[in-house]
Nanobody, 121 residues
Framework: QVQLMESGGGSVQAGGSLNLSCVAS?????MPWSLHSPGKEREGAAY???????TYADSVKGGFTISGDGAEATLYLQMNNLTPEDTAIYYC??????????????????WGRGTQVTVSS
């Protein structure tokens, strides 16, 4: 099974920035960033496919930028102007082949362990 490793989380003050990274050990096509905030269900934030297409949840538009390299099986999330509401564990996932649905509609089963982001006011 492909292993996923997230990194780049940390503690920042409101208004700060972080750049998260994810590396997969095998082939990827779709890769999402998902966040799990305290007391809430995990939700998708941004998605990227190997053809470079990206999709964002309304809640992160304008503040987060997803990027990556399909050949290198890497994924990044640049997060700017962070607020305490962005505090969460951030996870990446993948599917190795072109899915039957768009990347934001895929049911991802293989997730990394996550990286903690804490934003203080």
């Amino acid at each position: 099974q492909v292993q996923l490793m997230e990194s780049g989380g940390g503690s920042v003050q409101a208004g700060g920035s972080l750049n998260l990274s994810c590396v997969a050990s095998g082939p990827i096509y779709c890769m999402p960033w998902s966040l799990h905030s305290p007391g809430k269900e995990r939700e998708g934030a941004a998605y990227r496919s190997n053809d470079g297409a990206t999709t964002y949840a309304d809640s992160v538009k304008g503040g987060f930028t997803i990027s990556g390299d399909g050949a290198e099986a890497t994924l990044y999330l640049q997060m700017n102007n962070l607020t305490p509401e962005d505090t969460a564990i951030y996870y990446c996932a993948h599917v190795p082949k072109i899915p039957s649905a768009t990347c934001d509609a895929v049911l991802y089963a293989n997730w990394g362990r996550g990286t903690q982001v804490t934003v203080s006011s």
